[in-house]
């Protein structure tokens, strides 16, 4: 079955730090590749997204992504982080052909100190 | 535009007691989900409504788990009778029937406890 694993459970940066999320998965297939963000006391949403294309994904709040598939890899970065990034990020994968499915990581949750 | 609809958004009940979760999708997304989410944990999937149909539902556990959608639109989740092991966050969300970007519209979530 498909397996989505973020290692990082938790993080904490400072302010202007830069950020490194981590998220690998076990499909060897076509897969389409997710971040999910969500604030304190918020629903999911969505960061940003891979289908296909550049590997290099930019997203909302200026976080992007890089899809590198020689190691199933789908990394969030941002370059610097402010205080209300703090929230909880999740990796989600959709295996293609495989219906609107996701899988979701377990989820990294990151507090910025002001 | 109006997002996913939750409701309860907290429950609170005594084992083997009966509860249900309502959910309105965004106006015209065919596509509803069901998902668990245990603390710290990430969404798992329950159920999947194509329309009224539920399309994927193995991951629902079926002896006290029921989830129905009779109209196509807004949907129900219940569990009767609850344990303590259901305690957690019951998410809905909705997507657009055929849509190429897939992405997924999350609620709010019902945070239930048992006792």
């Known amino acids: 079955a498909q397996s989505v694993s973020q290692h990082n459970h938790h993080v904490i940066l400072s302010e202007a730090a830069s950020l490194e999320l981590g998220c690998n998965y076990s499909?060897?297939?076509?897969?389409?590749l997710f971040w999910y963000v969500q604030y304190p006391g918020q629903h999911l949403q969505l960061l940003l997204k891979?289908?296909?294309?550049?590997?290099l994904v930019k997203g909302i709040k200026g976080f992007e992504a890089e899809f590198i598939k020689s190691k199933f890899s789908f990394n969030l970065r941002k370059p610097s982080v402010q205080w209300s990034d703090t929230a909880e990020y999740f990796c989600?994968?959709?295996?293609?052909?495989?219906?609107?499915?996701?899988?979701f990581g377990g989820g990294t949750r990151l507090m910025v100190k002001p | 535009e109006a997002g996913v609809v939750q409701s309860p958004r907290y429950k609170i009940i005594e084992k083997k007691q009966p509860v249900a979760f309502w959910c309105n999708p965004i106006?015209?997304?065919?596509?509803l989900y069901w998902y668990l989410q245990n603390l710290g944990q990430g969404p798992e999937l329950l159920i999947r409504?194509?329309?009224?149909?539920?399309?994927?539902d193995s991951q629902l556990p079926k002896d006290r788990f029921s989830a129905e959608r009779l109209k196509g639109v807004d949907s129900t989740l219940k569990i009767q009778p609850a344990e303590l092991g259901d305690s957690a966050v019951y998410l809905c969300?909705?997507?657009?029937?055929?849509?190429?970007?897939?992405?997924?519209?999350f609620g709010p979530g019902t945070r239930l406890t048992v006792t």
């Open positions: 106006s015209g997304h065919n596509t």
């Open positions: 409504y194509e329309n009224e149909e539920a399309v994927d």
């Open positions: 969300a909705s997507s657009p029937s055929g849509a190429l970007d897939y992405e997924q519209y």
């Open positions: 499909y060897g297939g076509t897969v389409n």
């Open positions: 891979y289908f296909s294309g550049d590997p």
């Open positions: 989600a994968v959709r295996q293609a052909n495989a219906g609107n499915m996701l899988t």
